[in-house]
């Protein structure tokens, strides 16, 4: 083979991310032209209001896979609505699908919502497309990107510019962290007034968009689940930024989820069911607030933030 040439891996990839484009780009129609309209809205919870799905949410799922399937039918679907009846046994390529992140705020007529397409390969993210509501003639900002490839938004090549504050969250400068944030974890003193112009949006995909373009200069998104974050890990990735999750020992940088990959049913089920917390954003300020953010280790709010960062 001519060194010049792609590798097999490189044209998968390089299809993939296409794919996911077009298939974001309809989806994002889609759930703009349903924005503001009649929907019809179900709970799937117990609890009244805290698990909504709409008739909008399984279209756009549904949209999507069908894209994927014709043209990857190899390919196993990790979405957040319309789980199979029976897990099948983890493929190498994985598609993790949030049809609408942020489902209570297009509900309510908010605009911070996403959709959001993540690749994985053997449980690490390898491409990556968000589509969020935007202002502008176009309307909407989709952001994308594949292992290797840089990150793209809205069709020009996009990276996170070096902070300029030691590292130190700027004031004015906008981020978000989860509402139970102070009640899981300890903030050291040079944190502490230093958590920068702090934002909670209600959707985890929304939050790492705004990482990814620098419109946000840190994130950290709780209680989520693998479509919420698949998409978003590659993509802050190939812009140069860095994730990070809880570890024993303090923060330790989030890849995916290679470690838990066995190819089998079990594989399925525990993507289907982690939760975590994310750290993410440009590469200093991410350093700095995990380094004085710790997690709290005693009682009930240790287990359940344990529970949190999927450990």
């Given at each position: 083979m001519n060194i010049t040439e792609p590798r097999s891996d490189?044209?998968?990839?390089q299809a993939a991310e296409e794919l996911a484009v077009r298939a974001i780009e309809k989806a994002g129609e889609f759930v703009a032209s349903r924005f503001g309209g009649p929907m019809e809205v179900?709970?799937?919870a117990e609890k009244v209001g805290a698990d909504l799905v709409t008739d909008v949410d399984k279209a756009s799922q549904k949209l999507i896979v069908e894209?994927?399937?014709?043209?990857?039918?190899?390919?196993?679907?990790?979405?957040?609505?319309?789980?199979?009846d029976e897990e099948p046994p983890a493929a190498d390529y994985m598609w993790a699908i949030d049809p609408i992140d942020g489902t209570k705020n297009f509900v309510n007529?908010?605009?911070?919502?996403?959709?959001?397409?993540?690749?994985?390969?053997?449980?690490?993210?390898?491409?990556?497309?968000?589509?969020?509501?935007w202002t502008g003639e176009r309307g909407s900002a989709l952001v994308h990107a594949?292992?290797?490839?840089?990150?793209?938004?809205?069709?020009?090549?996009?990276?996170?510019?070096?902070?300029g504050n030691g590292g130190v969250p700027e004031a004015g400068r906008l981020a978000a962290i989860p509402l139970g944030l102070r009640s899981g974890f300890d903030?050291?003193?040079?944190?502490?007034?230093?958590?920068g112009e702090v934002r909670m949006t209600g959707s985890t995909c929304y939050e790492l968009m705004m990482a990814a373009t620098g419109s946000m200069q840190y994130v950290i998104n709780g209680y989520s689940h693998v479509w919420d974050y698949a998409a978003g890990l590659v993509i802050i990735q190939e812009a140069g930024g860095v994730s990070m999750q809880p570890s024993e020992d303090g923060w330790e940088v989030m890849k995916g989820w290679s470690d838990i990959f066995a190819?089998?049913?079990?594989?399925?089920?525990?993507?289907?069911?982690?939760?975590?917390?994310?750290?993410s954003g440009q590469p200093d300020i991410a350093r700095f607030v995990s380094q004085?953010?710790?997690?709290?280790?005693?009682?009930?709010l240790s287990r359940a933030w344990r529970s949190l960062s999927g450990k």
């Open positions: 490189d044209v998968t990839l179900m709970q799937k894209m994927i399937e014709e043209r990857f039918p190899d390919h196993q679907i990790l979405g957040e609505e319309d789980p199979p007529g908010s605009p911070v919502h996403a959709v959001s397409i993540g690749l994985l390969h053997r449980g690490t993210p390898v491409v990556g497309a968000i589509w969020t509501p594949r292992t290797g490839n840089g990150a793209w938004l809205n069709g020009e090549k996009t990276s996170l510019q070096p902070g903030i050291a003193e040079p944190l502490r007034g230093n958590l190819g089998d049913v079990e594989t399925s089920r525990r993507l289907r069911a982690w939760k975590g917390t994310v750290l004085n953010l710790s997690r709290r280790k005693r009682g009930l």
